[in-house]
């Protein structure tokens, strides 16, 4: 079956960058997600990325996805203590409507 | 953007009783919803899949008497988790998901469940 697995802790300082790492199982994933989640709250859908696309910037994010490894990244630039939160990579692909998720990369953000 | 809500978004009931949650997509029309369920500092695990007009599809290990959906509408679905006990305390979200493709899922801010 699918799998998705994340680092479950990331520490950095304000300003700079943080990367986090999700690789998955599934070959046949075809749309990949970012969700942030703050303490108490639901996901907030941060960015995606479909699976024939290599990288994908919105302002302070980059995702990168390198399909032969099956490993996704999210890169968030100039970290800020409010980007402090739970991220979540999840996955999709062909014949399945639901989504995996990994396990969560909890960032934590020093001022 | 779109915007999905639940209500409620935090219920303390004594064991035994039913509590019912509804998600609503507020500016789009689901014909899926999916219901997921949280542990502290776990991951989302998916509890059922909602789909408009028909019964819902369960994952393996859910309890389908147990936990009740309806999605009577392109809009709403409900989740009644039945008998509810201590065990069954945790963090509900729903999502949904515009049209029959395969678009993004939004997600529901959650409703925290606590059973005494």
């Known amino acids: 079956g699918e799998d998705v697995e994340q680092s479950l802790f990331l520490s950095v300082r304000e300003g700079d960058s943080s990367v986090i790492n999700c690789t998955y199982t599934?070959?046949?994933?075809?749309?990949l997600y970012w969700y942030k989640q703050e303490p108490g709250a639901g996901l907030q859908l941060l960015t995606y990325?479909?699976?024939?696309?290599d990288m994908k910037q919105d302002q302070r994010l980059t995702v990168l996805l390198n399909k032969k490894d099956k490993h996704l990244s999210l890169r968030i630039a100039d970290t800020q203590t409010g980007d402090s939160a739970i991220y979540f990579c999840?996955?999709?692909?062909?014949?399945?409507?639901?989504?995996?998720f990994g396990s969560g990369t909890r960032l934590q953000v020093q001022p | 953007g779109a915007v999905v809500s639940q209500h409620p978004s935090w219920v303390i009931c004594k064991s035994g009783t039913s509590v019912k949650i509804e998600c609503r997509s507020l500016?789009?029309?689901?014909?899926?919803m999916f219901w997921y369920r949280q542990f502290p500092k776990q991951s989302l695990m998916l509890m059922a899949t909602?789909?408009?007009?028909?019964?819902?599809?369960?994952e393996q290990g859910v309890e389908k008497d147990k936990f009740l959906i309806n999605h009577a509408s392109l809009t709403l679905s409900t989740l009644t988790v039945t008998s509810a006990h201590p065990e069954d305390s945790s963090f509900y979200i729903c999502?949904?998901?515009?049209?029959?493709?395969?678009?993004?899922?939004?997600f529901g801010p959650g409703t925290r469940l606590l059973v005494l």
């Open positions: 999502s949904a998901r515009e049209g029959t493709g395969m678009g993004t899922q939004y």
């Open positions: 990325i479909f699976s024939n696309m």
């Open positions: 599934d070959s046949s994933s075809t749309y």
């Open positions: 500016d789009f029309q689901a014909t899926t």
């Open positions: 999840a996955e999709t692909g062909t014949g399945r409507r639901a989504l995996t």
């Open positions: 909602s789909n408009e007009g028909s019964k819902a599809t369960y």
